[in-house]
Structure formats: C-alpha cells, structure tokens
Nanobody, 125 residues
Framework: QVQLVESGGGYMQAGGSLRLSCAAS????????MGWFRQAPGKEREFVAA????????SYADAVKGRFTISRDNAKNTLYLQMNNLKPGDTGVYYC??????????????????WGQGTQVTVSS
C-alpha cells in the first residue's frame, strides 16, 4: 500500500507556472504507475497526465499537452507535475494517483487504486 500527499498548489495568474509535488510513502515507489487528475467545480474528475513504471513513458490530455510535464524522482519517492502557461481552464483540485495493476499509464481513473487528498490550483485571467 502507498500513501500519497500532494503539495504545491496555489493561486496564479494566467500565463504563470506552478509545480505540483506528490510525496509517496509505503511500498516501493518505483513499482507504481502514476497519474495526475483534476476536478473543476461542478465537473467530473478528468485525466491530466500519466507516467509508466516501466520505461518512463508519458501520456497527456490534449488540453495540457505541450504545457504540462509529468516526471518522477524514485530516489525521493516523489511525483511532479510542472505546469507552464497556465490558463483559467486549468483551475481545479489536482490529485495524484498510483496503481500497480498497469505497467503503463492510463487515463481511466478506475484503474488507479491509491489517491492523494488533492491540492487546489486557481488560475485567474
């Protein structure tokens, strides 16, 4: 089992940057495929990015492709999401998620078993 704690959210003007972190504890972090999801007020949770536990392959939602970068530091048991050129549509609560059921990233939330509590990101125009 793994425990996940997100940090790094905050308030930013459009065009700015933020870096989210997700600290993991418990079972070996490198054995998990990781993902970031977000949920805006009144909307369903949506996929943002994923990073496989094998080979380090990444995948992104079209809305963030070219602006966001997912990465991990297995030595620090930490997942990151670098967010550049932020837009008001990026506003929401950001969650990191982990799974051992998939070797490669997934955009489907039900394939992730462990979730953090979320961190709020607010982008003003």
């Amino acid at each position: 089992q793994v425990q996940l704690v997100e940090s790094g959210g905050g308030y930013m003007q459009a065009g700015g940057s933020l870096r989210l972190s997700c600290a993991a504890s418990g079972r070996t972090f490198s054995s998990y495929t990781m993902g970031w999801f977000r949920q805006a007020p009144g909307k369903e949770r949506e996929f943002v990015a994923a990073l496989s536990r094998i080979g380090g392959s990444t995948s992104y939602a079209d809305a963030v492709k070219g602006r966001f970068t997912i990465s991990r530091d297995n030595a620090k048991n930490t997942l990151y999401l670098q967010m550049n050129n932020l837009k008001p549509g990026d506003t929401g609560v950001y969650y990191c998620a982990a799974t051992t059921r998939r070797s490669y990233g997934s955009s489907r939330s039900f394939e992730y078993d462990y979730w953090g509590q979320g961190t709020q990101v607010t982008v003003s125009s």
